[in-house]
T-cell receptor, first 111, second 113 residues
Framework: SQKIEQNSEALNIQEGKTATLTCNYT??????LQWYRQDPGRGPVFLLL?????KEKRKERLKVTFDTTLKQSLFHITASQPADSATYLC??????????FGKGTTLSVSS | NAGVTQTPKFRVLKTGQSMTLLCAQD?????MYWYRQDPGMGLRLIHY???????AKGEVPDGYNVSRLKKQNFLLGLESAAPSQTSVYFC????????????FGPGTRLTVL
C-alpha cells in the first residue's frame, strides 16, 4: 500500500539557520507533491506544489525539491524565524482526486 | 469570501448519539473532502465528493455517512457516535484540477464520551 513518511515528528533549530524537512514515499509514483503548514488549532494552509518533472521550486525563503528516483521531497526554510514554528505536512496526489498526507513534522525555531 | 467554514467548532457527544457536521464553501469548488486528524496519525481521508450529488469513500469511512445535495455544502454524519470517533475533523475543498490547492476549514473538535 502507499506509504508516506516525514523524517521526524519534531525538529528544533536556532533562528537564522536553515530548516530541512524530509518526506519519503513508497509504493507510489505521484504526479506532484504539495507542502502545507498547520498552526495549532487551525486547518492546514497550502505553501508549495512541485510536479514530478520539476527538480526544485522556490517561494521567498522556502525551497522544495522532488527526487522521483529516491522517492523523496526536501522542504527547506532558509533564515528561519520563530514565526516559522509550526507543523509542516507533505501530501501526495492520489489518482488525481484526493491527497494522502504525511503525519507532519513540528518545527520549533528558537531565538 | 469566507472560504471554507465548518459548523460547529466544538461538540461533546455521548456514546450512541448522532450528529451532523456541516461544511460550506463559497469558492464554487467542485471537490470537497472530510478528514479526521488524530495525534500521531496525521490527516486521514474519511469521504470525499467530486461534484454535487456524488460521494466516495476515503481511507477511514466506517461509522460515517456523507451527503452533497448542494455544490457548496458537504455534510458528515455520525449515526451512532463511538469514543473512537473523538477527533478533530477538517473539511477541505478544491476546484477539481488535480494540481489545485486544497483549502481547509478551521476544524471541528469532537469528543465522544
Amino acid at each position: 500500500s502507499q506509504k508516506i513518511e516525514q523524517n521526524s515528528e519534531a525538529l528544533n533549530i536556532q533562528e537564522g539557520k536553515t530548516a530541512t524537512l524530509t518526506c519519503n514515499y513508497t509504493n507510489y509514483s505521484p504526479a506532484y507533491l504539495q507542502w502545507y503548514r498547520q498552526d495549532p488549532g487551525r486547518g492546514p494552509v497550502f505553501l508549495l506544489l512541485i510536479r514530478e518533472n520539476e527538480k526544485e521550486k522556490r517561494k521567498e525563503r522556502l525551497k522544495v525539491t522532488f527526487d522521483t528516483t529516491l522517492k523523496q521531497s526536501l522542504f527547506h526554510i532558509t533564515a528561519s524565524q520563530p514565526a516559522d514554528s509550526a507543523t509542516y505536512l507533505c501530501a501526495l496526489d492520489q489518482a488525481g482526486t484526493a491527497l494522502i498526507f504525511g503525519k507532519g513534522t513540528t518545527l520549533s525555531v528558537s531565538s | 469570501n469566507a472560504g471554507v467554514t465548518q459548523t460547529p467548532k466544538f461538540r461533546v457527544l455521548k456514546t450512541g448519539q448522532s450528529m451532523t457536521l456541516l461544511c460550506a464553501q463559497d469558492m464554487n469548488h467542485e471537490y470537497m473532502y472530510w478528514y479526521r486528524q488524530d495525534p500521531g496519525m496525521g490527516l486521514r481521508l474519511i469521504h470525499y465528493s467530486v461534484g454535487e450529488g456524488t460521494t466516495a469513500k476515503g481511507e477511514v469511512p466506517d461509522g460515517y455517512n456523507v451527503s452533497r445535495l448542494k455544490k457548496q455544502n458537504f455534510l458528515l454524519g455520525l449515526e451512532s457516535a463511538a469514543p473512537s470517533q473523538t477527533s478533530v475533523y477538517f473539511c477541505a475543498s478544491t476546484s477539481g484540477q488535480t494540481t489545485d490547492t486544497q483549502y481547509f476549514g478551521p476544524g471541528t473538535r469532537l469528543t465522544v464520551l
